[in-house]
C-alpha cells in the first residue's frame, strides 16, 4: 500500500517538473532548504512537501505543507525592552 502511494507521489512530483520546467536537483534543493528554514522555527513531526503549479498568466503558485508539534521560543533584539 505504501509503496504505491510512494510511486503515484514519484509520478506526480515528474509530471510537476515536467510541466512546470523545473529540474529534479533544484526540487531536491529547495525542499531541503524549506526544510531547515522551517526547522529552526518549528519541531517538525512531518517532512516538507511543495507543489509548484504554473497559472495560466505565467505566475507560480507555491504551496509548501509540512506538519510541527511545536513552534520553538526565541528571543530577538525586537523583544528586548527599551528604555
Given at each position: 500500500m505504501?509503496?504505491?502511494r510512494?510511486?503515484a507521489?514519484?509520478?506526480r512530483?515528474?509530471?510537476?517538473?515536467?510541466?512546470?520546467?523545473i529540474?529534479e536537483?533544484?526540487?531536491?534543493?529547495l525542499?531541503?532548504?524549506?526544510?531547515?528554514?522551517l526547522g529552526?522555527?518549528?519541531?517538525?513531526?512531518a517532512?516538507?512537501?511543495?507543489?509548484i503549479?504554473?497559472?495560466?498568466?505565467?505566475?507560480y503558485?507555491i504551496?509548501?505543507d509540512?506538519?510541527?508539534s511545536r513552534i520553538?521560543q526565541?528571543?530577538?533584539t525586537?523583544d528586548?525592552k527599551?528604555?
Open positions: 505504501r509503496e504505491a510512494d510511486i507521489k514519484r509520478m512530483e515528474m509530471l510537476t517538473m515536467d510541466k512546470v520546467g529540474k536537483g533544484f526540487s531536491t534543493a525542499t531541503n532548504d524549506l526544510s531547515r528554514l529552526d522555527y518549528f519541531e517538525l513531526v517532512p516538507v512537501n511543495v507543489d503549479v504554473q497559472g495560466d498568466g505565467g505566475a503558485k504551496q509548501i509540512s506538519l510541527a520553538k526565541f528571543d530577538t525586537l528586548i527599551r528604555y
